[in-house]
């Protein structure tokens, strides 16, 4: 078992409330990633850290932002939430830099009402 | 603009049979490409990458470049690779962002 935590399971918001989703990296692991997973899609890049510097994004709006910790704890927040933001939230961590295989946690199920 | 495009959503062979899953990718750099497995209740694990060039639980995938395929094969299916299978690229010239496939669901009929 990879060791990648995600919190909460399910959550339940509405349009327009912020939300923080929490990911727990394997001791070590200096990268984390998060991804967005629509229905039917595949994941989809939001941003990378490393070492608590984002080093990577993807077309995401600034609304989506993240922070990670020296704890090999990481979050994602989205504030002023939408419908189609409803989606599986996945975290992944890997050990070092480029060329590492990433650990996926079993993300979290956002539904924005 | 980078893409990765996996054409069949459903993918259904029988035990024994060989089985390839379709990957193509638009990249104008020199790609980096992966293959994820997703089984029922677990979470999406690596298979296999290609700058690695191994065998793992029977599969194989090649690069080719010529034709910007990668795509994953076994020679003989098994029951327990039904699963989701995802191809994805990791663009170095974009941030190392990586870009996923929308999947292909792999059922194996015994």
């Known amino acids: 078992e990879t060791g990648v935590t995600q919190s909460p399971t399910h959550l339940i918001k509405t349009r327009g409330q912020q939300v923080t989703l929490r990911c727990s990296s394997q001791?070590?692991?200096?990268?984390v990633s998060w991804y967005q997973q629509a229905l039917g899609q595949g994941p989809q890049f939001i941003f990378q850290?490393?070492?608590?510097?984002?080093?990577g994004r993807g077309n995401f709006p600034p609304r989506f932002s993240g922070l990670q910790f020296p704890n090999y704890s990481s979050e994602l927040n989205v504030n002023a939430l939408e419908l189609d933001d409803s989606a599986l939230y996945l975290c992944?961590?890997?050990?070092?830099?480029?060329?590492?295989?990433?650990?996926f946690g079993p993300g979290t199920r956002l539904l924005v009402l | 603009a980078q893409r990765v495009t996996q054409p069949e959503k459903l993918l259904s062979v029988f035990k024994g049979a060989p089985v390839e899953l379709k990957c193509n990718y638009s990249?104008?750099?020199?790609?980096?490409l992966f293959w994820y497995v997703q089984y029922s209740r677990q979470r999406l694990q690596l298979l296999l990458r290609?700058?690695s060039r191994e065998s793992i639980k029977g599969f194989t995938a090649d690069l080719n470049k010529g034709e910007t395929s990668f795509h994953l094969k076994k020679p003989f299916a098994q029951e327990e690779d039904s699963a989701m299978y995802y191809c994805?690229?990791?663009?170095?010239?974009?941030?190392?962002?990586?870009?996923f496939g929308t999947g292909t669901s792999l059922t194996v009929i015994p």
């Open positions: 001791s070590g692991h200096n990268t």
């Open positions: 290609h700058i």
């Open positions: 850290y490393y070492r608590e510097e984002e080093n």
């Open positions: 992944a961590s890997s050990p070092g830099g480029l060329g590492e295989t990433q650990y």
């Open positions: 994805a690229l990791r663009a170095s010239n974009t941030g190392n962002q990586f870009y």
């Open positions: 990249y104008s750099g020199s790609p980096e």
